[in-house]
């Protein structure tokens, strides 16, 4: 069992950057893979990025390639996203997501923090 619990997401002008923080709970916690996703008001749900264990490798969706950036601590079972150069369009809840593998088939989740960009 995880919990996930996220953090940093507000209001900023376009331009701006945010970092968001999904603190986890668990000892197991560096054996997940962790994902970041976004839900935009009558939108689905869609992903940002994701990071592997041992955060060697990490996956991003070509709307935020160049712009974001995820990261992991597993010593604070903490992951990042360093958000730079944000769009209106970018404006969504983000959700923080771990799971076994990167195909985030049945992951836990977390509440989801709300980012706002202004035009």
């Known amino acids: 069992q995880v919990q996930l619990v996220e953090s940093g997401g507000g209001l900023v002008q376009a331009g701006g950057s945010l970092r968001l923080s999904c603190a986890a709970s668990?000892?197991?916690?560096?054996?997940?893979?962790v994902g970041w996703f976004r839900q935009a008001p009558g939108k689905e749900r869609e992903f940002v990025a994701a990071?592997?264990?041992?955060?060697?490798?990490?996956y991003y969706a070509d709307t935020v390639k160049g712009r974001f950036t995820i990261s992991r601590d597993n010593a604070k079972n903490t992951v990042y996203l360093q958000m730079n150069s944000l769009k209106p369009e970018d404006t969504a809840v983000y959700y923080c997501?771990?799971?076994?593998?990167?195909?985030?088939?049945?992951?836990?989740w977390g509440q989801g923090t709300q980012v706002t960009v202004s035009s």
């Open positions: 997501a771990a799971d076994g593998t990167l195909s985030f088939v049945r992951p836990y």
């Open positions: 668990g000892r197991t916690f560096s054996s997940y893979v």
């Open positions: 990071i592997r264990r041992s955060g060697g490798s990490t």
